[in-house]
Nanobody
Framework: VQLQASGGGLVQAGGSLRLSCAAS????????MGWFRQAPGKEREFVAG????????NYADSVKGRFTISRDSAKNTVFLQMNGLKPEDTAVYYCAAAAGYQASVPVTSRAYDYWGQGTLVTVSS
């Protein structure tokens, strides 16, 4: 199983980025897929997640209204569209897959079985 995250970069506050997570070795439609982030000196935190079977979506309160999670099932890829970026969004962003959840989207990192390598997002003020 591989989760390849990409799309990070340097952007000014108020700007946008779209992260991608290309999955191989698993079908994203059978997993809860999540995005997490970890800023320097801080714990990894949940950002957004989706379970395709019921269309359930969760967002962290800090990103609601700014970030959107979506997918391209043909490409077996999950996206995170990030608009209105703030300096506090600066972090390494990870995608992850959780097995065994019928419809819910777990928000704790320990619930996830597979992780991508992370992509750095830096938002300048």
């Amino acid at each position: 199983v591989q989760l390849q995250a990409s799309g990070g970069g340097l952007v000014q506050a108020g700007g946008s980025l779209r992260l991608s997570c290309a999955a191989s070795g698993l079908w994203i439609s059978r997993y809860a897929m999540g995005w997490f982030r970890q800023a320097p000196g801080k714990e990894r935190e949940f950002v957004a997640g989706i379970h395709w079977s019921r269309g359930n979506i969760n967002y962290a309160d800090s990103v609601k209204g700014r970030f959107t999670i979506s997918r391209d099932s043909a490409k077996n890829t999950v996206f995170l569209q990030m608009n209105g970026l703030k300096p506090e969004d600066t972090a390494v962003y990870y995608c992850a897959a959780a097995a065994g959840y019928q419809a819910s989207v777990p928000v704790t990192s320990r619930a996830y079985d597979y992780w991508g390598q992370g992509t750095l997002v830096t938002v300048s003020s």
